[in-house]
């Protein structure tokens, strides 16, 4: 497509319940990023995939979160036992790679509209 | 770890006025700092990127400076217009590799132009 894309673009859920995030990056960006964004602030890491592995993870918040990306293309935010402070928007970027391993710069970041994800 | 701070965190002016959006840093180590737009219940949309060795870039009405020694960027908007409403992050791209491509954001000014 023309630009990342992510659905759906609204969830509502309760909490405890299990919800999957997707994110569909542009065609031949091989880094994928996850942020989240809470009401009135900026958006916040979460982790970053090159290709199919996630090369950094450190912005998880914790073990009910964790994603994929077993193709090296589209990615999926999985949140077990949802809380209602993991309501926020949750926003997807991709980029060219690699990134530093061969040198070249880091690649600028686009970014895809968002899920808004509300735990009830 | 690095902290990115803007201020102010909300601004309204009328419409014609020039706008300044300040936007500061903690650590000074940065490959790029990049300014997003971001309009209500939607995505990010960049508006300019500034390399660490460069001291401003300008886009149309937009120019915005950087002071990497210092820790700081200013995002100028001339004579703004109504359209011109919406939120304004900023956000640090780290030097050191171990930090991956990871963006530091601020917590963005909300704009509002007045007709």
């Known amino acids: 497509g023309a630009g990342v894309s992510q659905t759906p673009s609204n969830k509502v859920t309760e909490k405890g319940k299990y919800v999957e995030l997707r994110c569909d990056p542009i065609?031949?960006?091989?880094?994928l990023y996850w942020y989240r964004q809470s009401l009135g602030q900026g958006p916040e890491f979460l982790i970053y995939f090159q290709g199919t592995g996630a090369a950094d993870d450190s912005g998880l918040p914790n073990d009910r979160f964790f994603a994929v990306r077993p193709e090296g293309s589209v990615s999926t935010l999985k949140i077990q036992r949802t809380e209602r402070g993991d309501s926020a928007v949750y926003l997807c970027?991709?980029?060219?790679?690699?990134?530093?391993?061969?040198?070249?710069?880091?690649?600028?970041?686009?970014f895809g509209p968002g899920t808004r994800l509300t735990v009830l | 770890k690095q902290e990115v701070t803007q201020i102010p965190a909300a601004l309204s002016v009328p419409e014609g006025e020039n706008l300044v959006l300040n936007c500061s840093f903690t650590?000074?180590?940065?490959?790029?700092l990049q300014w997003f737009r971001q309009d209500p219940g939607k995505g990010l949309t960049s508006l300019l990127l500034i390399q660490s060795s460069q001291r401003e870039q300008t886009s149309g009405r937009l120019n915005a400076s950087l002071d990497k020694s210092s820790g700081r960027s200013t995002l100028y908007i001339a004579a703004s217009q109504p359209g011109d409403s919406a939120t304004y992050l900023c956000a640090v791209r780290q030097l050191v590799k171990a930090a991956g491509n990871k963006l530091t954001f601020g917590g963005g000014t909300r704009v509002l132009v007045k007709p």
């Open positions: 065609s031949g960006h091989t880094a």
């Open positions: 970027a991709s980029s060219l790679g690699p990134q530093w391993a061969s040198g070249r710069a880091p690649n600028e970041q686009f």
């Open positions: 650590d000074s180590a940065i490959y790029n």
